[in-house]
């Protein structure tokens, strides 16, 4: 791999929904600039991109490869991107460090869920956005057709077409260039004169695009309206200063078929002249002191070295790799560089380029470029990199809640504790993976963003040495009571020597949202002050394990106000007992119910589904909070039991075709229905007698 300097850098995140073939026209871009032989197949499971053994097993991309392209001396690292909307970490934080994101439509399904959340996340970071509708060569594929359903999604773009498509599904064989007036059949290495019977839209279809770059400048404008034209020079950078003008919100669109290898090269000519170099980027830090600044181009070698990580992955052979994107200042192997995430500094021994998973050796990274480098001891994902004379930190993106949760059991008592620190690696290298010790359903949980996204996780926790069985997490539910009630409980033990002595006379108060609370109202040294501890110690000792259901006990109030000691035979054991047990028979009378968590969920779905959604939600006992119109797009928002929506995202991807998403936290604890308790009570139980 050549060294490459900032101003022929190029930084692509390749986004789209899963199946527009992303891939596949990854596959193209390698081929036409000589790095491979033969086009891959995801079928065939060879491509460059998916290159883990679990994207060959499930024939679709789980995580960003990097893919540096080398065309016309410049070098386009691509990161082609999952199109699951399990992984949404990981296109957040490829559309973080790119410069430019390429949105893959397909020709024949149009806009889709994955296309609208990759749009979102761009939105977000500012990003320019460029379109290529790919796929033209399938059956019942439509340019028009998606064009129009870019325009109807989101309204408030210009999609500005820069090339055409020269025929359509099998017929589909090159496409028109609207700035060099030529058409480009095959791949598009070579120039051929026009269609005749596509002139009149040619013609017309170039005047919406110099107009299109005309607005953005107000030279090429006074131009155009002097002259009635621009050049290809004027036409391209008024396209670039367009897409990059968060008021103008244009879009260029281009068209291809990966799989087919049509269009590719124009689109590789496109990365280059319509992607700003990596100079000219805008990216916000935050300084020692906690303020937000940015890093204002251009960015070069000699400014400030700033480098964000934003992937890492374990490998038991190979260690731990981590891919960075140099925002300002330059990297060189074998030298060592401040982590001020971690306030810790790291050597770079061992500097190189990814080609999925080929590692190419490199001795120094320009400001701009993407790298990897291995071994590091302390560097995690998000971590930033910087001079400790100016420690700034690049702001991380905003990750969601998880949505889909399993706890995991170990298979043997290697793996239970070896599971802590493989579970912690893989979470540090996914900030959207996350596992914990419950300890009121003692289980360990381990949640993601989908069945697809935890999945992943068991199973690289395997790969690296850790067997995990899986099932269903409990709901964490709680026990409190609902009306004030007294009693006593009188702990007699006589073994032939010294005894067992103690009584205690407790009352039990409802405590909303204070927690547990101890009192004593002890007169007239009913109980001595010594043993007063020892029967807060035993009913302690019930809070953690419930009393009618195995759930932790809370917002109780428990006053200890009368009872009777032996002179001899009373100790702290026996008061611990007593206290216990005293507690327990108060509160199996004093109105006992369980609580169970309540999470605020918002859907979105097309407007057609939203009856379906909300007949769905009453189902699961939900309340509908409120009903958003955003485009042609209907949110929902509802507060919903946990214990109905622990495998919701499958239902949703079945109700709406995978068109919806939906996001979930918690919000507060209601009482659970009389007879829905029961059932839940009686498990326990039957649970205990087995």
């Known amino acids: 791999m050549r ?119 761009a939105e977000v970071y500012q990003q320019p956005i460029i379109v290529t509708i790919n796929k033209m060569d399938r059956e019942n594929a439509n340019y028009e057709q998606a064009l129009a359903s870019l325009r109807q999604s989101f309204p408030k773009y210009k999609f500005v077409p820069v090339m055409l498509p020269i025929g359509s599904q099998a017929d589909f064989k090159g496409v028109v260039n609207l700035l060099t007036m030529k058409a480009y059949y095959g791949a598009g290495k070579d120039r051929s004169d026009l269609p005749a019977d596509m002139m009149e839209a040619v013609e017309a279809a170039r005047t919406v695009l110099v107009e299109a770059a005309a607005e953005a400048d107000d030279e090429l404008i006074e131009k155009y309206f002097s002259e009635g034209t621009l050049t290809n020079e004027e036409i391209r950078d008024g396209m670039r200063k367009a897409a990059r003008d968060s008021n103008l919100k244009t879009v260029p669109v281009f068209v291809t078929s990966g799989v087919k290898n049509i269009g590719t090269v124009p689109l590789l000519e496109a990365l280059v002249v319509y992607v700003s170099p990596p100079s000219q980027r805008r990216v916000q830090v935050i300084k020692p002191d906690g303020e937000r600044d940015y890093l204002l181009p251009p960015q070069g070698d000699d400014g400030p070295l700033a480098a964000y990580v934003f992937k890492t992955t374990t490998d038991r052979f190979v260690g731990t790799l981590n891919y960075f994107r140099i925002f300002s200042g330059a990297v060189h192997s074998d030298q060592r560089y401040y982590n001020t995430t971690r306030g810790v500094e790291e050597r770079f021994n061992s500097l190189m380029v990814m080609r999925g998973k080929e590692q190419l050796p490199i001795t120094v990274l320009h400001a701009g470029d993407i790298g990897v480098v291995a071994k590091l001891t302390d560097t995690k994902t998000g971590d930033s990199f910087a001079d400790r004379a100016n420690p700034i930190t690049i702001t991380r993106p905003e990750f969601p809640d998880p949505l889909f949760a399993v706890a995991v059991i170990p ?83 006589q073994t032939g020597g010294a005894g067992q002595f103690a009584e205690v006379h407790m009352r039990l108060e409802p405590n909303p949202g204070g927690g547990f609370q101890y009192e004593t109202q002890i007169f007239g040294g009913a109980i001595s002050n010594n043993f007063l501890p020892s029967i807060e110690k035993g009913i302690q000792s019930v809070l953690g394990e419930g009393v009618i259901a195995g759930y932790p006990v809370v917002d109780v109030k ?133």
Request: charged fraction near 25%.
């Open 411 to 493: 298979r043997t008592q290697a793996d239970s504790a070896k599971m802590g620190t493989i579970l912690t690696s893989l979470c540090q290298a996914d900030p959207t993976l996350r596992w914990r010790q419950d300890p009121d359903v003692k289980q360990t949980i381990v949640e993601g963003m989908g069945e697809a996204h935890v999945n992943l996780a068991i199973s690289r926790a395997e790969r690296l040495g850790v067997g995990l069985d899986t099932t269903l997490p409990k709901v964490p539910y709680k026990e409190t009571i609902t009306r004030t009630h007294s009693d006593f409980y009188r702990h007699k033990k």
């Open 558 to 690: 428990a006053v200890v106000f009368d009872g009777k000691e032996h002179p001899v035979d009373s100790k702290d054991i026996a008061f611990q007992i007593a206290g216990r047990e005293a507690f327990k028979k108060v509160f199996v009378d004093a109105g006992p119910v369980l609580l169970e968590p309540i999470m605020e969920v918002k859907i979105t779905v097309p407007e057609s589904m939203m009856g379906d959604i909300i007949s769905d939600l009453n189902t699961r006992r939900g309340r509908v909070l409120g009903m958003d119109t955003e485009g042609h797009k209907s949110v929902v928002s509802a507060h919903v039991p946990l214990a109905e929506m622990m495998r919701y995202g499958n239902d949703l991807r079945s109700m709406t075709g995978a068109r919806g998403i939906y996001t979930m936290r918690f919000d507060h604890y209601e009482q659970v229905p009389a007879h829905l308790a029961q059932n839940i009570i009686a498990a326990h139980k039957a649970e205990q007698e087995a």
């Open 3 to 121: 060294e490459y300097t900032t101003d022929r850098i190029r930084n692509v995140a390749l986004v789209g929904h899963q199946g527009a073939g992303k891939t596949s026209l990854v596959e193209a871009l390698l081929y036409n600039t000589g790095a491979i032989t033969r086009l891959g197949r995801v079928e065939e499971k060879n491509t460059v991109s998916d290159w883990d053994e679990d994207e060959k097993e499930r024939g679709l991309s789980l995580s960003t490869s990097l893919i540096p392209v080398e065309f016309e001396d410049h070098k386009i690292n691509v990161l082609d991107t999952p199109g699951m909307t399990d992984f949404q970490g990981e296109i957040k934080n490829a559309i973080r460090v790119a410069d430019s994101v390429i949105v893959v439509v397909d020709a024949v399904a149009g806009v889709e869920v994955g296309t609208e959340l990759a749009w979102e996340y």
